[in-house]
């Protein structure tokens, strides 16, 4: 079997914390070499020998210079450099001999292949031809904003358009080409992951950058001037990470206007999703229920109002597009109210606890071990945390014997424990039914491996795992904690 015959989907999974079990949280491009080759193989290898079922893996799409993966070019599109070029070489769909770069931009190829892209074209129309429009014009206009482009392609005069498909039609279809590649090594991958049982674990960010094929190709569900322009911006107010809150700059959903086609852009973007992914986590779920409206003049988010989003509608929308329970996760961190979790409980979701986040604010913290509720999905920390032993080092001496004492008395784990061990052991024996577990935590690295800080855009996305640190040894040493913890398969 080829790659180009392998299934879009190779196995099913049941809904998100059905049952008890366990994953690994480590995006692709922390893998020792980023992408979907032999790196990618090996994790899934290790994930299989140490009785993991689950690999979240963070969103996918291609990113802007600051490497965010939650700012993305494309909501729907995949990251090229993430495109394995060994495997690329050894692709019996081209003629022998071809170049990569050439392979890249569909040449050489069989016709079979071409047959194959074809139809991955016509499949994903709704959003891959824009997508190609977007990026090629964007090169043209040596990498700035669309917003700041000429007016007649800013905002996509129909002439405007037709000449720069006549300009660039070689182009335009060398950039559909390489996320056909992209997409069927992506699914050689998801497929090899579901014929050992290993449920892939994406993120949609519930907002999408500004600067997208997203907003430039469906500016009209955004609220933006007519010069694609905001008058306000999202973020969140003043919480754990920041005293000034985080203003991250996306422009907002125009939400009476999506309802009008019964917010038919969100279900095209969980279906494409779905393709990628058996379950998805919605990032910053609450928007679904209120998001922070920041002035786009402010500097920070301290100034910003909660304004109220038709989260019922929508998700009775995306209900369409999955025949069985949505398989979807809320992540409900932060400023969580009442109606968000009567949302999230209304369409039968689980919700997120962080147990960094667990040891004070009174016995009401969700993330208290004794408060964890087993239709949900527990971490040590996510990858906007620092590492649990960088967090552990940055407490007090009063803070850490307070750690102590509760994940004793709440989840009876023995204090003596080293960090990061003592809480991948809480985590493990939490009574939520999925247990995380981010990669720097198992390998007990400090704040050096921390991927993402909140509200910075410099020095995150960068760190790899090292070739030898997943390791035979350490994945027996895992499948013994979950076989305790009752967590195997």
Not at 15 to 22: E, I, L, N
Not at 37 to 56: E, H, P, T, Y
Not at 405 to 413: K, L, M, N, S, Y
Request: glycine share 8%; proline share 7%.
């Amino acid at each position: 079997m080829t790659a180009r015959d392998i299934p879009l989907v190779a196995t099913t999974c049941e809904a998100p914390a059905t049952r008890r079990r366990a994953g690994l949280l480590m995006p692709v491009a922390s893998l020792s070499e980023p992408g979907f080759g032999a790196a990618a193989r090996d994790l899934i290898g290790f994930l299989d020998g140490a009785g993991f079922s689950v690999w979240q893996v963070l969103p996918l799409g291609p990113t802007h210079p600051d490497g965010s993966p939650y700012q993305c070019l494309s909501s729907f599109a995949i990251e090229p450099s993430l495109l394995d070029e060994h495997d690329l070489a050894e692709d019996e769909g081209f003629r022998t001999g071809t170049p990569i770069a050439e392979r890249r931009r569909g040449e050489g190829a069989s016709p079979s292949l071409r047959e194959a892209f074809r139809r991955f074209r016509e499949a994903e129309a709704d959003w891959i031809d824009d997508y190609c429009r977007f990026m090629v014009s964007r090169a043209e206009q040596q990498g700035r904003a669309w917003f700041d482009w000429p007016p007649e392609l800013r905002d996509r005069q129909p002439a405007a358009i037709r000449a720069l498909e006549q300009r660039h039609a070689a182009r335009i279809d060398a950039v559909a080409f390489e996320q056909f590649l992209l997409d069927r090594q992506w699914r050689a991958l998801r497929y090899r992951a579901g014929s050992k049982g290993i449920c892939l674990f994406g993120d949609l960010p519930i907002f999408v950058a500004g600067d997208s094929a997203d907003v430039w190709a469906n500016r009209s569900l955004f609220d933006l001037d007519q010069a694609g322009q905001p008058s306000v911006v999202a973020g969140v107010p003043p919480d754990y990470f920041s005293a000034t809150g985080q203003r991250w700059g996306n422009p907002l959903f125009d939400f009476a206007r999506m309802a009008q086609d019964d917010f038919a852009w969100w279900r095209s973007r969980l279906a494409r999703h779905l393709e990628l992914y058996d379950w998805v986590r919605i990032d910053h779920f609450r928007a679904f229920s209120a998001y922070w409206a920041i002035p786009a003049d402010s500097p920070d988010a301290v100034s910003g109002r909660w304004v109220e989003a038709p989260g019922d509608a929508v998700l009775a929308s995306l209900r369409q597009v999955s025949e069985a329970d949505l398989p979807l996760v809320a992540e409900d961190l932060g400023v969580i109210t009442p109606e968000v979790t009567a949302l999230r409980d209304r369409f039968g979701l689980p919700g997120m606890v962080v147990l960094q986040f667990a040891f004070g604010g009174g016995e009401d913290n969700p993330h208290r071990p004794d408060r964890h509720r087993h239709h949900s999905v527990v971490y040590t920390g996510t990858h906007d945390n620092d590492t649990t032993l960088g967090w552990w080092r940055s407490l007090s001496d009063e803070e850490r014997a307070r750690v102590r004492r509760d994940i004793e008395e709440q989840a009876g784990i023995d204090p003596s424990l080293p960090m990061p061990e003592a809480l991948v052991e809480t985590a493990l024996a939490s009574t939520a039914a999925l247990a995380i577990l981010p990669v720097a935590d198992l390998l007990g690295l400090g704040s050096e491996a921390r991927i993402n800080v909140p509200g910075t855009t410099a020095g995150n996305w960068t760190w790899r795992a090292s070739d030898a640190a997943l390791d035979e040894q350490l994945a027996a040493r895992i499948r013994e904690r979950l076989a305790c913890h009752d967590r195997l398969g």
